[in-house]
């Protein structure tokens, strides 16, 4: 039941998406996010000389385009979905941000993490505990990950397991006001 539910949120989420992304609402939906996404990261402490990857950044690429627009550092975000990917960058060009922003068809199964500081991990990202084990396995030792799940209390709905990695420890966590509860992680060394 658990992953019926939340493989049915991620595609209804991906399909808003590319509906949002096309019109006037994708600025509206970015805009709606931006002091809650401003404040999540506060925990992560983005510098200038950053590279983030956002896995998983969908056809509206908000935390990337709200990040990009009040941060000085690099970011990179892939998605899998090409329709997504084209979407996305659409809008990064529409915000004057591709200079900062490069948007990739990419797969978090294949695509390297090494070079990164930060990588921000989405909801819907699949299969979850492969793509940690990879980061595990790749990332440097004082990289950040953000990853994202629902509020502890919809668990029940999505499950638990597939939400918390093994190998890293959580940091801080942040409850955004969407019901997603944003995770600091870092790599556990052993």
């Keep these: ?3 019926k539910s939340k493989s049915f949120h991620d595609i209804m989420l991906r399909t ?8 006037f609402f994708g600025k509206l939906y970015t805009k709606f996010f931006e002091k809650m996404t401003l404040d999540e990261f506060k925990m992560v402490e983005i510098k200038k000389e950053y590279k983030v990857l956002h896995v998983g950044c969908g056809a509206v690429p908000n935390t990337l385009l709200i990040l990009a627009g009040n941060m000085d550092a690099s970011f990179v975000g892939i998605d899998r979905d090409k329709k997504a990917v084209k979407k996305a960058r659409e809008m990064v060009k529409k915000y004057g941000l591709d200079e900062k922003i490069k948007i990739e068809k990419g797969d978090a199964m294949l695509y390297p993490f090494s070079d990164f500081d930060v990588i921000i991990i989405s909801l819907g990202v699949e299969p979850r505990e492969k793509v940690f084990e990879r980061i595990k396995n790749e990332i440097r030792d004082d990289a950040k990950i953000v990853a994202r ?6 668990d029940k709905i999505y499950g638990k397991k597939e939400f918390i990695p093994d190998g890293f420890k959580i940091v801080k966590t942040f409850n955004r006001q969407d019901f997603i509860k944003s995770m600091l992680l870092t790599k556990v060394n052993r």
């Design 1 to 3: 039941m658990a992953k």
């Design 16 to 23: 808003l998406e590319k509906i949002l992304s096309a019109n």
């Design 149 to 154: 799940k629902p509020w502890d209390f919809m």
